[in-house]
Antibody, heavy 119, light 111 residues
Framework: QITLKESGPTLVKPTQTLTLTCTFS??????????VGWIRQPPGKALEWLAL???????RYSPSLKSRLTITKDTSKNQVVLTMTNMDPVDTATYYC???????????WGQGTLVTVSS | QSVLTQPPSVSAAPGQKVTISCSGS????????VSWYQQLPGTAPKLLIY???KRPSGIPDRFSGSKSGTSATLGITGLQTGDEADYYC????????????FGGGTKLTVL
């Protein structure tokens, strides 16, 4: 059974750096073809893909946010960490992590964590 | 403005059929697999269709997917009130900076 869960601060101030952790079980991020992605959703708006890390440490980023994002993995801890610098109120959103197979789908999703950016 | 274009909303009566379109280009839908996601109110998205037309285990055959050229379509038959949700298409965009893209989402109302 594959599960993922996001954790991190619920409130960050503008200009601060956000660090989110995705802790998963039921699969290994050292297995060929496996990836973990981050997707966010501002309140009442559409899904927006942020980043994806593969089993071989290949990393992909949203072109519009690439300069602010870093995704890393800790295979031994079954965790993927996303950092986003220079947070702004427009970054207020629910952030999801999701399991990906070969990068062609997101088949298991975490419950999401709401991050509010406000002073 | 999403790279993939979906209608903002669709509606139909219980028991009827509805289709949701997702329009893209040769750099995304035209050359990559499309997947569809259902997001019920207040919940995380759920995979409905992958590789254009395949259903994960547990997804009823009322849900179907197809792709033609640079467009994809999600079909839902025998509509139920429990199908009221937002639906998103997604795929890779193989442009200069390869990245995943989602459609803008479609709100399905079952009247």
């Amino acid at each position: 059974q594959i599960t993922l869960k996001e954790s991190g601060p619920t409130l960050v101030k503008p200009t601060q750096t956000l660090t989110l952790t995705c802790t998963f079980s039921g699969f290994s991020l050292s297995t060929s073809g496996v990836g973990v992605g981050w997707i966010r959703q501002p309140p009442g708006k559409a899904l927006e893909w942020l980043a994806l890390i593969y089993w071989d440490d290949d990393k992909r980023y949203s072109p519009s946010l690439k300069s602010r994002l870093t995704i890393t993995k800790d295979t031994s801890k079954n965790q993927v960490v996303l950092t986003m610098t220079n947070m702004d109120p427009v970054d207020t959103a629910t952030y999801y992590c999701a399991h990906s197979s070969l990068g062609i789908l997101f088949d298991y999703w975490g419950q999401g964590t709401l991050v509010t950016v406000s002073s | 403005q999403s790279v993939l274009t979906q209608p903002p909303s669709v509606s139909a009566a219980p028991g009827q059929k509805v289709t949701i379109s997702c329009s893209g280009s040769s750099s995304n839908i035209g050359n990559n697999y499309v997947s569809w996601y259902q997001q019920l109110p207040g919940t995380a998205p759920k995979l409905l269709i992958y590789e254009n037309n395949k259903r994960p285990s547990g997804i009823p055959d009322r849900f179907s997917g197809s792709k033609s050229g640079t467009s994809a379509t999600l079909g839902i038959t025998g509509l139920q009130t429990g199908d009221e949700a937002d639906y998103y298409c997604g795929t890779w965009d193989s442009s200069l900076s390869a990245n995943w893209v989602f459609g803008g989402g479609t709100k399905l109302t079952v009247l």
